[in-house]
């Protein structure tokens, strides 16, 4: 618990207008049918999931429909989006995940509008679930490493069986079934990898959008491959993908929303994404046993890094937001270490993702672990920018069309 409160900061005397949530992730099933090697629940120093139901009970779910009305009423949200997490929330099928978004549209009544997205790994896809999900008006986002079987290697089952040939088939019947339904790919980097083919293979697939994730790791664990074959493999790897985005014609570029958003903040727009920005964190989550947590991102971290103490049988969202771990993160720029605040990046940035700037006994407040990279990405599409800008055009962030 020292390290806890030691981690979260000395928020000072600083005040901030209250951010209010706007992103609620749900977990539907606190259980996954997959062993990936990176995964940031399961592999993570933090085994609360352990302690936790597979699956969340109906008065939970009831609970937290109320709480999300309730927070949304008292700041008057015209929107909010639900986000039905797991593990896997499809292991028992889609009902749980349509009764959770059915639970928060009766809960919030017309005056909210609700948009739900079930992540999935897409091993579990078949006609009649995608069926039913887009008769709940739930959308589908895809978790893959790339769009070929040699690129999602480390997504294999408990067994060691390779996950590819599941989640292909739910890719494609997404795509061709349901369209209108897809959300997008959610793909975590591996430098090992040729940016070209993991772009491309994922383009294939069809996806209104995608994202690129850096793994989760700090600077107790460091980044994958210690010994660095160049300064910033990340950021290079990045800057790669970037420019086949960057260059690919009009309808065949899909949102990649690591790249729209930095292009956004380069531009003197403003963040909606965790891992750049400075923008006030708007997402909290929910697990199975009702529990109110930080991001996910945190467990990577230590032993009970999101927790928050509140859970939604006892307390609203507005006794989260006054938890000085939320609260850290409404501070922009005054959260982050002294060689951020004067980085000529930082506003870009913006420190990057918070679970990457951890040290052992010391917190938080630390450059991010892939600072390097990350300014190398930063200054990469700048130049980019700069240079389309000379040109009198910057290309559209539009989405790819099969």
């Known amino acids: 618990m020292t390290e806890k409160v030691y981690a979260e900061g000395q928020l000072g005397s600083t005040v901030r207008p209250v951010v209010p949530f706007r992103q609620f992730v749900l977990k539907v099933h606190g259980r996954c049918n997959l062993a990936c090697a990176y995964c940031y629940i399961y592999e993570s120093p933090d085994r609360t999931w352990r302690e936790r139901p597979a699956t969340a009970p109906a008065a939970v779910v009831r609970a937290t429909a109320r709480r999300i009305a309730e927070h949304a009423a008292a700041h008057r949200l015209p929107r909010v989006r639900v986000e039905l997490h797991g593990g896997e929330p499809l292991l028992k099928g889609p009902g749980p995940v349509i009764s959770t978004a059915d639970a928060v549209r009766a809960a919030v009544g017309p005056g909210t509008a609700v948009t739900a997205t079930v992540q999935t790994n897409g091993t579990l896809l078949t006609p009649a679930v995608l069926d039913a999900l887009a008769a709940a008006r739930i959308r589908v986002g895809l978790s893959l490493d790339g769009g070929n079987a040699r690129l999602n290697t480390r997504r294999r089952d408990h067994a060691g069986r390779p996950s590819w040939p599941a989640a292909a088939r739910g890719a494609r019947l997404l795509a061709e ?76 570029r899909p949102r990649v929303r690591l790249f729209t958003e930095v292009v956004a903040l380069l531009l003197g727009g403003q963040s909606a994404a965790e891992s750049v920005g400075l923008s006030p964190l708007a997402a909290v989550v929910v697990d199975t046993d009702g529990a109110i947590e930080q991001v996910d991102s945190l467990k990577s971290a230590y032993e009970g890094a999101p927790e928050t103490g509140l859970d939604v049988l006892r307390h609203s969202f507005d006794d989260a937001l006054r938890h000085p771990g939320v609260a850290a993160r409404h501070l922009g720029a005054d959260a982050l270490a002294d060689t951020c605040r004067s980085c000529p990046v930082v506003r870009v940035c913006g420190g990057g993702n918070y679970a990457h700037r951890y040290a052992h006994g010391t917190g938080f407040r630390h450059p991010s672990v892939y600072c390097a990279d990350l300014e190398r990405f930063v200054r990469h599409v700048a130049g980019r920018v700069a240079e389309q800008l000379d040109g009198g055009t910057v290309p559209p962030t539009g989405v790819c069309h099969s």
Do not use: I, K
């Open 177 to 252: 079934r349901h369209p209108a339904s897809y959300a997008g790919l959610l793909c975590t980097v591996d430098v090992t990898q040729d940016p070209a083919e993991v772009y491309g293979s994922l383009c294939a697939l069809a996806p209104p959008a995608l994202d690129f994730l850096l793994p989760h790791r700090n600077w107790g664990t460091r980044t994958p491959g210690r010994h660095r074959p160049a300064p910033t493999p990340y950021g290079d790897w990045l800057a790669g993908a970037f420019d086949l985005w960057w260059a690919a014609p009009d309808g065949a």
